[in-house]
């Protein structure tokens, strides 16, 4: 799917559905929404984006979910099954999460903190350690199993799969992945 610079700037500031169903185990909480995942409705869908292949790697989907022209009801309807739900920590669309203020992360840590509670999964993993950080006032905070929990639910911060991201590799990716969904039950 080819979308001009025009199209994706017309979904700035726009916000996608939660992918969370009953029985979520293991919460994914993305940064932000780019500009195509607002286009098309889907998490992480952004060609080049390595959170699908990573999941499909680690196991936790049990096939490679292609999300870059939006997600099938199948594909959704999988992660459901398997207890894997899908938010964004600000939901607000950018092109680049630099983009989002200090005030944005404290604030959709706040919320995100009141879905948890609601929603109650077994583990919340967070992809983005600067994210984290602001958010929830950790400045030192480091990747992995966070020492506290989050409203019940055991805390974790991954790396990001963004290709900004670039010293991490897909293996690592997947690594970093399967062990919250390990905690979680869901691999």
């Known amino acids: 799917m080819a979308m001009t610079r025009e199209h994706l700037e017309s979904f700035r500031g726009k916000s996608i559905p939660d992918l969370v169903g009953p029985g979520v185990r293991l919460l994914f909480v993305g940064i932000n929404p780019g500009l195509w995942t607002a286009a098309t409705g889907a998490p992480f869908a952004r060609p080049g984006n390595r959170f699908w292949p990573a999941l499909a790697e680690a196991g936790i989907t049990e096939h490679l979910v292609d999300a870059s022209a939006g997600m099938t009801e199948g594909d959704r309807a999988h ?31 706040m919320r995100l903190e009141r879905n948890v509670a609601a929603w109650r999964p077994a583990v919340v993993a967070v992809a983005g350690i600067t994210a984290y950080r602001l958010g929830f006032g950790r400045p030192r905070a480091a990747s992995g199993r966070q020492p506290e929990d989050l409203a019940g639910a055991q805390l974790w911060v991954v790396p990001n799969p963004s290709g900004l991201n670039a010293h991490a590799t897909l293996a690592s990716l997947a690594a970093a992945y399967r062990e919250p969904a390990e905690a979680a039950g869901v691999v």
């Not at 964004?88 to 840590?109: I, K, M, P, Q, W």
Request: charged share 30%; net charge negative; no cysteine.
């Open 79 to 109: 992660l459901v099954e398997r207890g894997v739900g899908i938010t964004n920590l600000v939901a607000r669309a950018t092109n680049r999460a630099d983009e989002l203020s200090a005030e944005e992360f404290r604030a959709g840590a």
